[in-house]
């Protein structure tokens, strides 16, 4: 959820340097549909690895004291 909030806060309300948001909106206004598509994939690629990543840290370190017991 954190990285759709932050690329969400980017699209809408861009300060600075444009990040992910500002590359789908730049895409968008200009139907740049190929780059467009491909910048989607890739924050689906990187939602799913940031996911992954906190699941494992979660496993290795919360699963030690939960989960683990004998039912």
Same mark, same amino acid.
Do not use: K
């Given at each position: 959820m954190s990285v759709i909030g932050a690329?969400? &806060?980017d699209f809408f309300f861009q300060q600075g340097?444009? &990040?992910i948001g500002g590359l789908l909106r730049t895409y968008t206004l200009r139907l740049n549909m190929d780059?467009?598509?491909m910048a989607i994939i890739l924050t689906a690629l990187f939602g799913v690895a940031v996911f992954s990543v906190?699941?494992?840290l979660d496993r290795a370190v919360i699963g030690r004291w939960? &989960?683990?017991g004998t039912s």
């Amino acid at each position: 959820m954190s990285v759709i909030g932050a690329i969400v &806060g980017d699209f809408f309300f861009q300060q600075g340097s444009p &990040g992910i948001g500002g590359l789908l909106r730049t895409y968008t206004l200009r139907l740049n549909m190929d780059a467009l598509f491909m910048a989607i994939i890739l924050t689906a690629l990187f939602g799913v690895a940031v996911f992954s990543v906190f699941a494992a840290l979660d496993r290795a370190v919360i699963g030690r004291w939960y &989960g683990r017991g004998t039912s």
